[in-house]
């Protein structure tokens, strides 16, 4: 291990030791991950989304996998903010990495009350999760309306003295433009790519694969698509970006940071191997030092 290679500055006054980064929902608080393996590797967890109040999330089926990745809708089911900071953050804490954590609501106020409850919890930043397309009927109002957007994110500045991160959609043509509203508002920085609308369909039962019918698309399948937006939004705006969707491997994260992330986080390819993340730390290390190439060297952004 080379001290220092993967260091990367995220943000003014964040710096995390590597650009790979935990994707929410996929690897829950890192407590389970953690019994596969050492996740101190890991440059941040970021957390499953938490909010104001306990979800039960969408009935059963709410996985299926594809011929290339995975449809969830797991309907945001989370044990509500009080009983997340009593008994999870403590253990997430725990693992080593710092904590970003991931919050949602489905109001203007729900994403307040839950941005001011956790300012203290000993989190580094947050990302306000906009995107989640198996709530509200998949409308997604704050991440499909430039004028939404930058209202909620608004209010989540207002009370918020951490930096977040706004979790953007790919569902909408609209992507820049909300993108621009998130930054307008005072967003610190955005994650893309959340999960693509998709259906799979039980020909035999007539029925969809989904107790809801319809999910959201994540990994290999949509690499393509997160790196498009990466590119585009990085194109529209100047803030950091965590990019996310697809990524399994060293040569992934590098692709990425070229089209314009200072970042990455791993999600789906966590259901393969748990560790996979910490593998990709490990790998990109062999890779930088191979290629005589340097994180900054890949990541356009100009801090
Ligand atoms: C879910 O809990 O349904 C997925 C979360 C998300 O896509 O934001």
Same mark, same amino acid.
Not at 59 to 71: D, H, N, V
Not at 257 to 261: D, I, T
């Given at each position: 291990m080379r001290?220092?290679?993967l ?12 650009p ?7 690897y %829950? ?5 953690a019994r596969?393996?050492d ?18 999330g969408n +009935?059963?089926?709410?996985? @299926? ?7 969830n ?24 990495p ?7 609501g489905?109001?203007l ?5 839950v941005t ?9 930043a947050l990302e306000? %999760?906009l995107?989640c ?6 409308q ?7 004028a939404a957007?930058?209202e909620?994110v608004?209010r989540?500045?207002?009370v ?6 706004v979790?953007?959609?790919?569902n909408?043509?609209l ?9 307008s ?12 609308h998709?259906r799979?369909i039980? @020909?035999?039962?007539r ?8 999910g959201?698309?994540s ?6 698509v #997160?790196l498009h937006?990466?590119a ?6 100047r803030? +950091?970006?965590?990019?996310?969707g ?10 990425f ?5 200072s #970042?990455?986080?791993?999600g ?5 191997d748990?560790?996979?993340?910490v593998?990709?730390v490990?790998e ?16 356009s952004l100009e801090q």
């Open positions: 001290a220092g290679l260091r990367t500055s995220l943000l003014p006054g964040l710096t995390l030791a590597n790979v980064l935990s994707a929410s929902g996929c %829950n608080h890192g407590v389970e991950g596969f393996g996740v101190k590797r890991l440059g941040a967890l970021v957390t499953k989304t938490v909010t104001p109040r306990p979800r039960a +009935p059963p089926p709410r996985l @299926w996998e594809t011929s290339a990745g995975m449809l809708s797991i309907g945001l089911e989370n044990p509500g903010v009080e009983r997340f900071l009593a008994e999870e953050m403590p253990r997430a804490l725990e693992l080593g710092p904590v970003i954590l991931n919050v949602g489905e109001s106020e729900e994403f307040e009350q001011e409850r956790v300012q203290d919890c000993g989190a580094v306000v %999760n995107s397309p198996n709530v509200q009927g998949g997604l109002p704050f991440a499909t309306s430039p957007c930058e909620v608004g989540v500045r207002r918020s003295r951490l930096p977040f991160f979790k953007l959609s790919p909408t043509h992507v820049a433009d909300v993108a621009r509203a998130a930054a508002a005072g967003a610190d920085g955005l994650t893309l790519i959340n999960t693509l998709g799979g039980d @020909w035999r039962r029925r969809p694969c989904l107790a809801e019918g319809s959201g698309l990994g290999p399948a949509i690499k393509p #997160a937006f990466v585009l939004v990085r194109a529209a705006v803030l +950091p970006i965590l990019g996310v697809g990524i399994a491997t060293a040569e992934d994260v590098c692709e940071l070229v089209a314009g992330a #970042a990455v986080q791993v789906t390819a966590h259901f393969l748990p560790l996979c993340g593998h990709i490990e990109l290390e062999e890779l930088l030092v191979a290629e005589g190439e340097s994180i900054d060297n890949l990541s």
